[in-house]
């Protein structure tokens, strides 16, 4: 179905008065059933308000999302969890009381009520408090559950700035709340708790090792979502994690071993594609990038440094504004250094696989 050009309506944030009429309208839009993209600590959301089903369909059809991709409920509250899901564990009351607001999604069984488009069919639903002040301002205001995927067409990089989503969905929707730049840069993590024991099925902004620290026990990742990169036919217990994500249009090759061995591949492989006269960009850490920084080597490629090695919550904050920067300047082809997977690494690189056509080890 074609949908009609509207008024995208921008709202700055960066004054006491801007952010009131945001917020106000904002939530007024909501309340209408209107889309509105608002920060959060991840990236940006698509909201709508949970309960007009018009609103969620239209989420679907903006984004080209497939009808089998369930929405993440945002709350205010965790007393809130209950007005969505019900047979709540205490364990969902234990984890919430210690990450949220903050990037941890839990799954938990659906309340019956709820609209089964929200959950794409499934008997679950997923929830979390974002920790953006702006998005819970916005939750507060509303005073009503809002659904919220990424704000960004499927398969592209999700937003990390309000720019972003101007990209992908100016004029489609009613409005988009300008809070800069989002500080985790990658999505929620999110954890299924109606299964027997909890399974993680997106790393994301909570490590795997500071859940399992505070749950004093092993968190298994269901091996579909671990390895692979690219579409696939399985139906994993996440059916987002299925779909080719986070890519920008040109193909990705993402590089894999010890430093030295990414180093001497990288450096191959852009002298081949130079010659072949296409242009280069590469996503690297600024440890990779000094070694490429010899101009016989790194004249009319495009360098996007994401940070240290060292520090990889920085890597991944940076990651999907490289990947979108590099769509823009045309490189045609894009050469991305892989990290260890300990601690936000494991987000970091199963972002990077997904977005990878091939993997080079
Ligand atoms: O950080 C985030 O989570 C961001 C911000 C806006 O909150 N949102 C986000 O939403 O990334 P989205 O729709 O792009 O990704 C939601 C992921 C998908 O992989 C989806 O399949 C999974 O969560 N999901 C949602 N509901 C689920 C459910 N009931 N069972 C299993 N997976 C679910
Ligand atoms: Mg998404």
Request: charged share 25%; aromatic share 6%.
């Amino acid at each position: 179905m074609r949908l009609s050009r509207i008024q995208t309506r921008w709202y700055r944030t960066d004054t006491p008065e801007a952010l009131e009429e945001a917020l106000t309208e904002g939530a007024r839009l909501l309340y209408n059933g209107g889309l509105v993209a608002f920060p959060t600590e991840t990236v940006y959301g698509l909201g709508a308000h949970s309960f007009r089903p018009q609103a969620i369909r239209k989420i679907f059809q903006v984004k080209g999302r497939p009808p089998d991709n369930p929405l993440i409920v945002h709350l205010a509250h965790p007393r809130d969890m209950c007005l969505v899901a019900e047979d709540i564990p205490t364990e969902a009351y234990q984890l919430a009381e210690n990450f949220w607001p903050g990037p941890l999604t839990l799954v938990l069984k659906k309340r019956k009520e709820m609209l089964s488009q929200l959950s794409g069919g499934l008997s679950t639903v997923a929830v979390r408090i974002p920790a953006h002040p702006l998005a819970l301002e916005l939750l507060k205001k509303l005073n009503a559950p809002v659904s919220a995927p990424s704000a960004n067409l499927s398969g592209n990089p999700s937003p990390t700035r309000a720019e972003h989503v101007w990209e992908d969905l100016g004029g489609k929707i009613e409005a988009i709340l300008d809070g800069g730049d989002a500080q985790v840069g990658l999505e929620s993590t999110v954890l299924a708790l109606h299964t027997r024991a909890p399974v993680l099925l997106r790393p994301g902004g909570i490590t795997r090792e500071e859940l399992e620290d505070y749950l004093r026990k092993k968190i298994t990742i269901p091996e579909s979502n671990e390895h692979e990169h690219g579409e696939t036919s399985s139906t994993p217990l996440s059916p987002g994690m299925k779909y080719r994500h986070y890519a920008p249009r040109a193909p990705l090759y993402l590089f894999l071993g010890t430093p030295h061995q990414i180093e001497k591949n990288v450096k191959e492989y852009i002298k081949n594609y130079r010659e072949q006269n296409l242009k280069v960009g590469v996503i690297c850490s600024e440890e990779l990038a000094h070694t490429l920084s010899q101009k016989s080597i790194s004249s009319g490629t495009i360098i996007e440094v994401l940070g240290s090695r060292r520090f990889p919550s920085q890597l991944a904050a940076t990651l999907f504004a490289a990947m979108r920067r590099l769509d823009e300047q045309g490189a045609e082809v894009i050469l991305a250094e892989g990290y260890s997977e300990k601690g936000m690494g494991l987000a970091l690189m199963n972002r990077l696989k997904k977005a990878a056509k091939e993997i080079i080890k």
